[in-house]
């Protein structure tokens, strides 16, 4: 078992950044990968950013150049860089942490982009 706890969303303006964490707690041994997804209104959940425990990240087109993942292993902890941030990137945003077996969820953190 895995739990994951995200903070650091909020409203901000375009343009703006914001940095999002996700604390990762329980079987953290297991955890093979971590990422972040969001999810609009309705709409599907779509991937953002992942990072692997060797250290290799993947980002969604809409995000590169604009965001970057990266981890504090004494922390147990991911994060999530948004810069330059735009209302389209508007949604709840999810932290998640992968297994050999499973993907754990947190409960989201909304973002809010708008003038």
């Known amino acids: 078992q895995v739990q994951l706890v995200e903070s650091g969303g909020g409203l901000v303006q375009p343009g703006g950044s914001l940095r999002l964490s996700c604390a990762a707690s329980?079987?953290?041994?297991?955890?093979?990968?971590k990422g972040w997804y969001r999810q609009a209104p309705g709409k599907q959940r779509d991937l953002v950013a992942t990072i692997t425990i060797g250290g290799s990240t993947n980002y969604a087109d809409s995000v590169k150049g604009r965001f970057t993942i990266s981890r504090d292993n004494a922390e147990n902890t991911v994060y999530l860089q948004m810069n330059s941030l735009k209302p389209e990137d508007t949604a709840v945003y999810y932290c998640?942490?992968?297994?050999?077996?499973?993907?754990?969820w947190g409960k989201g953190t909304p973002v809010t982009v708008s003038s």
């Open positions: 329980g079987n953290i041994f297991s955890i093979n990968a």
């Open positions: 998640d942490a992968e297994t050999y077996r499973s993907v754990y």
